[in-house]
């Protein structure tokens, strides 16, 4: 039996980009406060999801020498769809010249790992190729003059191709996890912009992404040590830095973009495996754990064993 394996990547970041210092002639703050409190130095703002999802789609089915004719499902992971509906799937699905079932999925800053998740069980149950999409625009629903949330989010897009092709499973185990007792800390209405009770996404986030680790390891029936990458979701340095020490993994194992790319809520995680793996920092055979937290609260984590696309 076949099983997905990524064989194409790609990420696309909107052209407008905010330095820290951009932020401090908006709002009272400071380059030292934001890099102090999030480890974040710029973002990039003023992207559409649409956009943003076709650019870096394109790229990866390019990548994985796949026609975008012979994708079979297209998922795209997003809170921030250019409209409420259609789906922002339908829009790339026709910008690619796609005949395929595209849907969008909302799980917040979780949602890739979500999507990965989902798509790999409909590579395990026969579908052959799959384009995922993880893609935010959290700059549209920013309040620019909350210097509480402002400093934070930003734009972009990241996806992989899927293709049913692996000889064993490549995803050893996962866990998806939602608290919705807590949807209120970390949220936005319809036209409305982002509300976040800060500290308490902090603490929640640390215990959600040492819990998600430890269960999808647990399910991969694999340890700690065997992981060589942790793509964690790029919200702050020093939630990363503090979950990594309750997991007991060194945060020079983690792959990290959130300094030139602020929190871009779906788009986090693969924008940081992209760069791992454009970076040769990811072997044949090597275990990946990517974990996510965000609205919902929502969690997810995966743990993959890398199986590099074929020459
Ligand atoms: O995908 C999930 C999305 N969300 C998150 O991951 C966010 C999780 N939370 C956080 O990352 C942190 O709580 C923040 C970065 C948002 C804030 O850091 P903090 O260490 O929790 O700071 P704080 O809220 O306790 O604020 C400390 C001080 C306050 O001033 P006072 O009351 O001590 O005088 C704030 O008013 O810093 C002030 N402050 C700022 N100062 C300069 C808040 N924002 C800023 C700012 N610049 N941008």
Same mark, same amino acid.
């Given at each position: 039996?076949?099983?997905?394996?990524?064989?194409?990547?790609?990420?696309?970041?909107?052209?407008?980009?905010?330095?820290?210092?951009?932020?401090?002639?908006?709002?009272?703050?400071?380059?030292?406060?934001?890099?102090?409190?999030?480890?974040?130095?710029? /973002?990039?703002?003023?992207?559409?999801?649409?956009?943003?999802?076709?650019?870096?789609?394109? #790229?990866?089915?390019?990548?994985?020498?796949?026609?975008?004719?012979?994708?079979?499902?297209?998922? +795209?992971?997003?809170?921030?769809?250019?409209?409420? %509906?259609?789906?922002?799937?339908?829009?790339?699905?026709?910008?690619?010249?796609?005949?395929?079932?595209?849907?969008?999925?909302?799980?917040?800053?979780?949602?890739?790992?979500?999507?990965?998740?989902?798509?790999?069980?409909?590579?395990?149950?026969?579908?052959?190729?799959?384009?995922?999409?993880?893609?935010?625009?959290?700059?549209?629903?920013?309040?620019?003059?909350?210097?509480?949330?402002?400093?934070? %989010?930003?734009?972009?897009?990241?996806?992989?191709?899927?293709?049913?092709?692996?000889?064993?499973?490549?995803?050893?185990?996962?866990?998806?996890?939602?608290?919705?007792?807590?949807?209120?800390?970390?949220?936005?209405?319809?036209?409305?912009?982002?509300?976040?009770?800060?500290?308490?996404?902090?603490?929640?986030?640390v215990?959600?992404?040492e819990?998600?680790?430890?269960?999808?390891?647990? /399910?991969?029936?694999?340890?700690? #040590?065997?992981?060589?990458?942790?793509?964690?979701?790029?919200?702050?340095?020093r939630?990363i830095d503090a979950a990594l020490k309750r997991l007991d993994i060194p945060l020079?194992?983690?792959?990290?973009?959130?300094?030139?790319?602020?929190?871009?809520?779906?788009?986090?995680?693969?924008?940081?495996?992209?760069?791992?793996?454009?970076?040769?920092?990811?072997?044949?055979?090597?275990?990946? +754990?990517?974990?996510?937290?965000?609205?919902?609260?929502?969690?997810?984590?995966?743990?993959? /064993?890398?199986?590099?696309? /074929?020459?």
């Amino acid at each position: 039996m076949a099983h997905g394996r990524i064989t194409g990547w790609a990420t696309h970041l909107p052209e407008r980009r905010l330095t820290n210092h951009d932020l401090a002639e908006m709002v009272e703050t400071t380059d030292e406060w934001i890099r102090e409190r999030s480890g974040i130095g710029a /973002r990039h703002v003023d992207g559409k999801v649409t956009e943003m999802s076709t650019a870096a789609g394109r #790229d990866a089915l390019a990548m994985a020498g796949v026609d975008p004719a012979d994708v079979d499902l297209l998922l +795209l992971a997003t809170c921030t769809s250019d409209q409420q %509906f259609p789906a922002s799937a339908s829009v790339v699905q026709d910008n690619l010249g796609m005949s395929c079932g595209a849907i969008d999925m909302n799980a917040a800053c979780s949602g890739f790992v979500y999507g990965l998740v989902t798509a790999m069980q409909f590579s395990a149950g026969g579908v052959d190729r799959i384009l995922l999409i993880g893609s935010d625009a959290l700059s549209g629903i920013t309040d620019w003059t909350d210097r509480g949330t402002c400093v934070l %989010f930003g734009d972009g897009a990241g996806a992989v191709v899927i293709e049913r092709s692996a000889d064993t499973p490549t995803l050893l185990g996962w866990d998806l996890m939602s608290d919705g007792s807590a949807a209120g800390i970390l949220s936005c209405e319809h036209g409305g912009k982002i509300f976040m009770n800060g500290k308490e996404v902090f603490r929640r986030a640390v215990l959600a992404v040492e819990k998600a680790g430890r269960n999808a390891l647990k /399910r991969a029936g694999m340890n700690i #040590d065997d992981i060589a990458l942790v793509v964690p979701h790029q919200a702050n340095i020093r939630i990363i830095d503090a979950a990594l020490k309750r997991l007991d993994i060194p945060l020079e194992k983690a792959a990290m973009v959130l300094e030139r790319t602020g929190n871009t809520s779906a788009a986090s995680i693969p924008l940081a495996l992209v760069d791992a793996l454009n970076n040769d920092r990811v072997a044949p055979g090597d275990l990946v +754990l990517m974990v996510g937290f965000g609205a919902g609260m929502s969690s997810a984590a995966a743990v993959i /064993r890398w199986d590099p696309p /074929r020459a």
